[in-house]
């Protein structure tokens, strides 16, 4: 019988982990903290964090220069922080019934609610910090990338397939990369008042300051999403079921790998199509290849639907995310060396 469908490890509330039998039931806060944000699993971060940089790269022809580099390195990582907060708060009477997610430490008791709101607030609030440092027209594209960010946990419970939702959410670094870069000038906070009716033209950049290779870009990284987020819902899709959550992985049913291969084809097809007007397009689709091989590899991890092939797909995916951001890197260095001389 496949793992999938065996007999899911639940928990009932009265064999729940205890609190002073938790690993972490002695540790100091900031090492609960940390572990509220997987700070020991980058992998989260990472899959946010190539698109974005992506993005950048393309927004600004090449290097960005280190301010940009810094605010939206330090922004993906505080966000999805954030993010991991605001999710566990949300799912903690699911979390509780579900062994890989029993100890989790709002589940758990060690983080109280208050408290993990607080700690995600203080992380959004640095983000935030940050891109007050761009333009208006960044600022304008933060608001509703924090309005899905806090939807997210709660699709699960409405939309058949809110790994969607997830992929709106993870994409917004890429329309932000492009009005930071191509938005307009710095917005100056000291300033604000002298510059009130000259705003309104700096926010309508939000949207006149994105190509249509930045829509690409984000389409393709949606279909990325839908494929790996897809994996991760399919390591958990007895347990989902028993609980209720509404997954891609059980909207899908029999059709869940044809569908993630499916997904990982329309990312790469999508991002060489946003790429097609690039002088070194061909040297992009050299790194195709490599792409393949890597979605292959997928393939025969989780063609089985065993649960740890189905988990190790989906935290092997930031190197296919690195892969295309470095050949994005890659063409630009070309560019640059053939220009020179």
Known sequence: MSPLNSSPQLH?????????????????????????????????????????LAALWLAAGGWP??????????????MRSAGCCINDVADRHFDRHVKRTALRPITSGLVSVPEALGVGAVLALLALALVLTTNLATIAWAVPALLVTVAYPYAKRLVSMPQAVLGVAFSFGIPMA????QGGP??????????TTAALPHVLTAWYAIPNTAWLLLLGNLCWVLAYDTEY??????DDLQIGMKTSAITLGRWDVAAVMAFYVGFVFLWDMALVDQP????????????????????????HRDRDGCFRAFRANHWLGFTLFAAIVFGFLIKKTFTLS
Do not use: K
């Not at 220069?65 to 330090?74: A, D, N, S, Y």
């Not at 917005?187 to 002298?194: H, K, M, R, Y």
């Not at 819902?233 to 007895?238: P, S």
């Open 280 to 303: 070194w397009w061909l040297a992009f689709l050299g790194f195709n290849v490599l792409a393949l091989v890597q979605i292959l590899w997928h393939y025969s991890l989780i063609h």
């Open 12 to 52: 009932t509330p009265s064999d729940a982990p205890c609190v002073s039998a938790h690993p972490l039931a002695q540790a100091p806060r900031w090492v609960l903290y940390l572990n509220l944000i997987r700070w020991d699993r980058p992998a989260g971060w990472l899959l946010l964090l190539w698109p974005t």
């Open 178 to 181: 492009f009005t930071a870069v």
């Open 186 to 195: 710095m917005w100056e906070l000291w300033d604000v008042a002298s510059r």
């Open 65 to 78: 220069g280190w301010h940009l580099l810094l605010v939206f390195v330090l922004g993906t990582i505080l």
């Open 233 to 238: 819902a399919m390591v958990d899709r007895d």
